[in-house]
């Protein structure tokens, strides 16, 4: 299957408008069966746009990675808005104060350090600034050991200008999981985890609210652990190939593709497109599986986007003069939609194979 959209130029971000539309309709009623508030995380799409329609339909709040995303999407009139990165530094603490003026804030953070730091931004301000305990809930990136958080949650309770409201987890090592049931064994364990973690907490004296998980592939699962009470997943608005590959997305849930053009076709086992890593980023595919390569193109499973350059997506198959055309458009779908969407500046909304709109994703490269 390929697009013939040449009135759009390559590479361009295409997304399916009802695909979106279900995708966002779909988490959203997970969340209401499961009882749990949702709070999507806006990184993957990094529009204003599609953040106000998830609240249409009943998220609770937006999350986001940094201050200049949150900046964004206050702009748009966003209030509740939950940072979920340690905020470190004087600069962005004078951001964040600014920020504070015109939303609902709550940071996440691992350290006493990084709580020291709010908590001089509390008093200045008057007020107590909410904040969650990060967990390391088996991604080893930040995050307190479970073992540690009664430790750690017992410095930051001494802080005047900070508020510990809850705990909160990314289990983004769901996505080495080689098959969906993997993935469930993972939510399951997780939420337990987090669970049992805020117990104890409450059991120490801390007022533990909020228990927010976090990652598209486990959220059908771990939405119904009784204790959790927040999802943020976010690539789910999307999806990719990595969910494809871990069993919670199909093809045909996939609303983002990158139209592409056949620029070269040198070698009759190569041709080359006009995406390469400033397009489809350079990130490779987290789950196990045979498959290789830097996306798969709709209609053509055996073709591997072998290579990517600054500007070349470089394709490995056979018989490629007789299968390809220089000119022919294809859409991919690729890897690891975020970095995807923040390489972009603009996404195209489709309906029925005709663009009906554009969007602007205006906190594309707000990395601070």
């Known amino acids: 299957m390929q697009s013939e959209l040449s009135y759009l130029d390559t590479p361009s971000l295409l997304v399916d408008a009802d695909r979106l539309e279900r995708n966002l309709k779909e988490m959203a009623d ?4 499961a009882g749990v508030a949702l709070r999507p995380h806006i990184k993957t799409h ?3 746009a599609i953040a106000l329609r998830q609240l ?3 998220a609770r709040g937006i999350t986001v990675a940094k201050i200049g995303e949150a900046e964004v999407m206050a702009d748009a009139g966003i209030r509740d808005i939950r940072i979920a990165y340690p905020i470190v530094g004087e600069q962005k603490l004078k951001r964040l104060a600014k920020l504070m003026e015109r939303a609902d804030v709550s940071v996440s953070l691992d350290s ?3 709580a020291q730091g709010l908590s001089g931004l509390g008093l200045s301000l008057g007020r107590r600034i909410p904040i969650l305990l990060k967990i390391n809930s088996g991604l080893n ?3 307190v050991l479970p073992e540690e958080a009664t430790a750690i949650a017992a410095a930051i309770d001494k802080l005047p200008g900070t508020r510990l409201v809850g705990i909160l987890t990314h289990e983004g090592q769901s996505l080495k999981e080689a098959s969906r049931e993997g993935v469930r064994e993972c939510a399951l364990r997780v939420g337990g985890l987090m669970v049992d973690t805020a117990q104890r907490l409450r059991q120490s004296g801390f007022g533990i609210e909020e228990v927010s998980v976090g990652a598209t592939p486990t959220a059908r699962d771990i939405a119904f652990v009784p204790g959790v009470t927040e999802l943020r997943c976010g690539t789910y608005v999307f999806n990719d190939l990595n969910e494809m590959l871990v069993g919670v997305a199909t093809e045909d849930t996939c609303a983002l593709t990158v139209l592409a053009t056949v620029v070269s076709i040198p070698a009759n086992d190569r041709a080359v497109l006009d995406s390469g890593s400033k397009t489809l ?3 490779l595919l987290s789950p196990p599986s045979s498959r290789k390569g830097h996306g798969y ?3 053509y499973p055996d073709i591997t986007i072998a290579r990517l350059t600054e500007e070349h997506g470089i394709l490995s198959l056979q018989d490629a003069r007789q299968r390809l055309r220089i000119g022919q458009q294809v859409e991919i779908i690729p890897n690891h939609i975020c970095p995807v969407v923040n390489l972009a500046r603009v996404m195209y909304l489709m309906r029925n ?3 009906v709109g554009q969007m602007e994703i205006a906190a594309a490269a707000k990395n601070r």
């Open 353 to 355: 194979g005709v663009c």
């Open 30 to 33: 997970v969340a209401a069966r």
């Open 56 to 58: 249409e339909l009943g």
């Open 281 to 283: 980023s350079s990130d």
């Open 141 to 143: 990136r930040v995050g």
């Open 297 to 299: 193109i709709k209609g």
């Open 46 to 48: 990094k529009s204003p």
């Open 112 to 114: 006493v350090e990084a």
